[in-house]
């Protein structure tokens, strides 16, 4: 049998399971909140055309319209001032193989839950390597925080001197982007950046160093908690807009099963 024959009696007896790491996309999900000097992101809307009446008898559907950046969604290199040379830095230009990879789950429930402002840190990742082993390149690392079950304002968790969430330090993700040579990054929380990320140097680091290097972010995530720690794949390919900077996205994993 074939590679893909296998995966598919996998998948059509339980040996594989697709999980669903995206958000529905609803005008009540939060999106960045920038300073209010800057441009801002726009929420999800949704309008009815027409639901099988005079406006179209037979059919129903909507115009939509957000932010390249709203829900959960993909950030291309060229999002960030640091990739806007990068070749083939637009959501459109992207080599499709590389949203289909194998993806690394590191898990910082405990350490967020305890601290809103948790750091993701060379000596976070060194542990989570002492377990189960060095990052391979070209994988996806995606943050696990749990941060996807806050609902309203506890998400954004906006305060007085903005936004308290966790994400990784310079030192952390320079190590998975030129240490391990990652794919791409991705967390539960709004950005691949801590609430606090432009207090550091680089500010941004995530955005700053990933998309400097070539590589991808993806964030707002959900269900990290259903993956395992590695072994499993990650098909996470944005929408085709010419020049696009990122795109809400449906981010699905293949992860072993009952019958694995
Ligand atoms: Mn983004």
Redesign the pocket.
Known sequence: MSVLDQLATALATGGVRVVDLTHTLDPDFPVIVLPPEFGQCARFRMEEVSAYDHRGPAWKWHNISMSE?TGT?F?APV?WVSGRDVPNGHVDEIDPAAFVGPVCVIDCSEGAARDEDFELTPAVIETWEAAHGRIPEGTWVLMRTDWSKRRGADYLNMREDGAHSPGPTPEGIRLLVEGRGIRGFGTETV?TDAGQGAHYTPPYPAHYILHGAGRY?L?CLSNLDQLPPTGAILIAPPLKIRHGT?SPLRVLALVPGEGA
Do not use: L, N, R, S
Request: charged letters at 10%; hydrophobic letters at 0%; glycine letters at 38%.
């Open positions: 950046h969604h950030d999002h950005g972010g964030q990122g």
